[in-house]
């Protein structure tokens, strides 16, 4: 089982994540849904395991969608614009993020044991149908304002902050790292002064 990545405050922002080292060396790089099983388990975990079969075909379209959306989040965001070399939103991403809200058929209810249930999604297409609508909603609603890029120049996360006091987009990795690498400068610098004196 394929541990993933939440916390960014909404799925399709934990979507985004599920690719790893964007802004390092591409023998760096990991997709954590990059076959059927792991996109069918990532789905399964966010309450969007589809009635159909995943297959190859939504590992591609998931891949696409998903990092149409990173771009644009980035350029939203904007101080990450510059360090991911996006300077606005390209047509093609706007074409890739339409493509996928083509398939949204609107969110279908019934009677659960607890109340209003929604109903699970009849294909994958139709599951990344619902996160690229619930992002459209977010980069262009009133939320935007919350969305913030991870201070670790290395990491491509990307969540929502609604404090305004969040510096990482996890502690237990992208603030450790940061605050190792502080402790290390320090005590590198500290040897530099201590060996000129």
Same mark, same amino acid.
């Given at each position: 089982?394929?541990?993933? =990545?939440?916390?960014?405050?909404?799925?399709?922002?934990?979507?985004?994540? #599920?690719?790893?080292?964007?802004?390092?060396?591409?023998?760096?790089? %990991?997709? %954590? *849904?990059?076959?059927?099983?792991?996109?069918? +388990?990532?789905?399964?975990?966010?309450?969007?395991?589809?009635?159909? /079969?995943?297959?190859? /075909?939504?590992? +591609?379209?998931?891949?696409?969608? %998903? +990092?149409?959306?990173? =771009?644009?989040?980035?350029?939203?965001?904007?101080?990450? !614009?510059?360090? /991911?070399?996006?300077?606005?939103?390209?047509?093609?991403?706007?074409?890739? *993020?339409?493509?996928?809200?083509?398939?949204?058929? !609107?969110?279908?209810?019934? =009677?659960? /044991?607890?109340?209003?249930?929604?109903?699970?999604?009849? #294909?994958?297409?139709?599951?990344?149908?619902?996160?690229?609508?619930?992002?459209?909603?977010?980069?262009? !609603?009133?939320?935007?304002?919350?969305?913030?890029?991870?201070?670790?120049? #290395?990491?491509?996360? *990307?969540?929502?902050?609604? #404090?305004?006091?969040?510096?990482?987009?996890?502690?237990?990795?992208?603030?450790?790292?940061?605050?190792?690498?502080?402790?290390?400068?320090?005590?590198?610098?500290?040897? !530099?002064?201590?060996?000129?004196?």
């Amino acid at each position: 089982m394929t541990t993933f =990545r939440s916390g960014n405050g909404a799925a399709w922002l934990d979507l985004l994540s #599920t690719r790893e080292g964007r802004y390092r060396t591409a023998d760096r790089h %990991r997709d %954590r *849904i990059s076959s059927a099983a792991a996109l069918g +388990e990532w789905l399964a975990a966010n309450g969007l395991a589809p009635a159909r /079969a995943v297959g190859a /075909a939504d590992v +591609e379209r998931f891949a696409q969608v %998903r +990092e149409a959306l990173h =771009r644009v989040a980035v350029a939203v965001v904007g101080g990450a !614009g510059a360090r /991911a070399g996006v300077a606005a939103v390209g047509a093609g991403d706007v074409r890739v *993020i339409g493509d996928a809200l083509a398939a949204d058929s !609107g969110l279908r209810v019934a =009677r659960g /044991a607890d109340g209003l249930l929604v109903r699970r999604p009849a #294909t994958a297409q139709e599951a990344l149908a619902r996160l690229t609508r619930a992002a459209v909603e977010d980069l262009t !609603g009133p939320r935007r304002a919350q969305l913030r890029a991870c201070g670790d120049d #290395t990491c491509a996360g *990307i969540f929502f902050d609604p #404090t305004g006091r969040r510096r990482w987009c996890t502690d237990q990795s992208c603030g450790n790292r940061l605050r190792v690498r502080a402790h290390r400068a320090r005590v590198t610098d500290g040897e !530099g002064v201590g060996g000129s004196v």
